[in-house]
T-cell receptor
Framework: DTGVSQDPRHKITKRGQNVTFRCDPI?????LYWYRQTLGQGPEFLTY????????KSRLLSDRFSAERPKGSFSTLEIQRTEQGDSAMYLC????????????FGPGTRLTVL | KNEVEQSPQNLTAQEGEFITINCSYS?????LHWLQQHPGGGIVSLFM???GKKKHGRLIATINIQEKHSSLHITASHPRDSAVYIC???????????FGTGTRLTIIP
C-alpha cells in the first residue's frame, strides 16, 4: 500500500500523559500536513512541513503540541500533558508540490483523553 | 480567513436519486477540494478543481469562481455513497486547507 499511513489508529490515554503519533506520507511527497477534527466538525489545520522545514503553525497548536519531520519523510506529532479537550481525530495528509499540490489523507489517529 | 459553508448539513435520499451538495466560500481561492469521509474517519479525496467541471464515474463536481460556489452531484445514488462529504478550499499563497463542516448523506435502499 503506497498511501498515507498513520500510527496508532486509536489511542486512549489519561489526562496529563504525553502521546506521540506518527505519519508516513506517500513516498516522494515533499509536503506533509497535520489537521485535527473534533466530533461533528470539519478538520482544522494544525501545521505543515515542506521537506523537513515546518513552514506554518496554527494558533491551535499550543505549546503543548510539537511536530517534527526530521529527515523530510515521516512526521511525529507529540502532545504533552494531554487534556480532555485534546480528544479528537488527528489527520495527516501529504502532497507533491510539483503536481498541483493535491492533498492525500491518511486514516487518522483517534485520541481519547479520559 | 476564508469561511466555508456547506448545505445541506444532513441529507437523506432514496437509492437512485440525484444528489446535490453545495459549498460556498467567502474569499478568492486557488483550489477547492471535495472529500469523502466514512465512519471511522478516513478521508478520501474525490476532486480538486479550480475552474469548470470534473467528472469521475457517478460523481460530478462544478465550480463557479465568480459566485464563489461549488456543487458536488451524485447520479444514481447508492447506499454505499452514504458518508460525510466535505468541501475544503485553499487560499492563494497559502498551503493549508480550510474545511466546511461537512454534509452527512444517507442513501436508503
Amino acid at each position: 500500500d503506497t498511501g498515507v499511513s498513520q500510527d496508532p489508529r486509536h489511542k486512549i490515554t489519561k489526562r496529563g500523559q504525553n502521546v506521540t503519533f506518527r505519519c508516513d506520507p506517500i513516498s516522494e511527497h515533499n509536503r506533509l500536513y497535520w489537521y485535527r477534527q473534533t466530533l461533528g466538525q470539519g478538520p482544522e489545520f494544525l501545521t505543515y512541513f515542506q521537506n523537513e522545514a515546518q513552514l506554518e503553525k496554527s494558533r491551535l497548536l499550543s505549546d503543548r503540541f510539537s511536530a517534527e519531520r526530521p529527515k523530510g519523510s515521516f512526521s511525529t506529532l507529540e502532545i504533552q500533558r494531554t487534556e480532555q479537550g485534546d480528544s479528537a481525530m488527528y489527520l495527516c495528509a501529504s502532497s507533491l508540490e510539483e503536481v498541483g499540490n493535491e492533498q492525500f489523507f491518511g486514516p487518522g489517529t483517534r485520541l481519547t483523553v479520559l | 480567513k476564508n469561511e466555508v459553508e456547506q448545505s445541506p448539513q444532513n441529507l437523506t435520499a432514496q437509492e437512485g436519486e440525484f444528489i446535490t451538495i453545495n459549498c460556498s466560500y467567502s474569499v478568492g481561492i486557488s483550489a477547492l477540494h471535495w472529500l469523502q469521509q466514512h465512519p471511522g474517519g478516513g478521508i478520501v479525496s474525490l476532486f480538486m478543481l479550480s475552474s469548470g467541471k470534473k467528472k469521475h464515474g457517478r460523481l460530478i463536481a462544478t465550480i463557479n469562481i465568480q459566485e464563489k460556489h461549488s456543487s458536488l452531484h451524485i447520479t444514481a445514488s447508492h447506499p454505499r455513497d452514504s458518508a460525510v462529504y466535505i468541501c475544503a478550499v485553499k487560499n492563494f499563497g497559502n498551503e493549508k486547507l480550510t474545511f466546511g463542516t461537512g454534509t452527512r448523506l444517507t442513501i436508503i435502499p
